[in-house]
């Protein structure tokens, strides 16, 4: 399966592209980040990464998007600008039929590191490990982007990822209830990290900068 992670962002907007294979498998296929400039008027940054997200998701054919899901911050500008671009990356994949999944910054920080907690540095160490890259994908935005298509990954039950079962993507690809026994080692570890996670931190100290 191939999947087109996001982390929307109005000034950089990261990208990245992983194909999985039925045994958890990531491999990298294609990661950017769509950059706007701060001066130019907002409606032209917003088609300005509509039609680049429109572009990628023509030639490289994803099966399904994942997003970091938005929370709200003390900056409402960015936060504002961060939910745009999300809108537009929905509506371009609804236009296409593909799912799309909504993952928090915790859920992705606990599948690629298996701590919810983890910093931007161990996030993109993980995700250089986890794809055999010889370095961390940069800006953090292109690494976190990844992140989030190998959490949503990771995330969805073999069944769904051989096309053979459906999934409540947006509450996240798999039930966070299903016991630990039908997880694979990779998903026991971040379920572990995840709900341990969630008592202690609040999502605010997610990926966004």
Known sequence: MRILGIDPGLTR???GIVDVSHDRRATLVH???IRTPAGEQHENRLLTIGNALDQL???FKPARVALERVFADTNVSTVMGTAQVSGIAMLAAARRSLPVAMHTPTEVKAAVTGYGQADKKQVGTMVAKILGLDAIPK???AADALALAICHAWRTPLGALAGRGT???HGGAA???R????LTNAQAAWLAAEQAAKAASPERRGLRR
């Open 13 to 15: 907007c990261g990208v």
């Open 31 to 33: 990661v950017t980040v």
């Open 57 to 59: 998701l023509d030639e």
């Open 139 to 141: 800006p953090a935005d």
């Open 167 to 169: 999934a409540d993507l």
């Open 175 to 177: 039930s966070r209830d």
């Open 179 to 182: 016991p630990t026994a039908a």
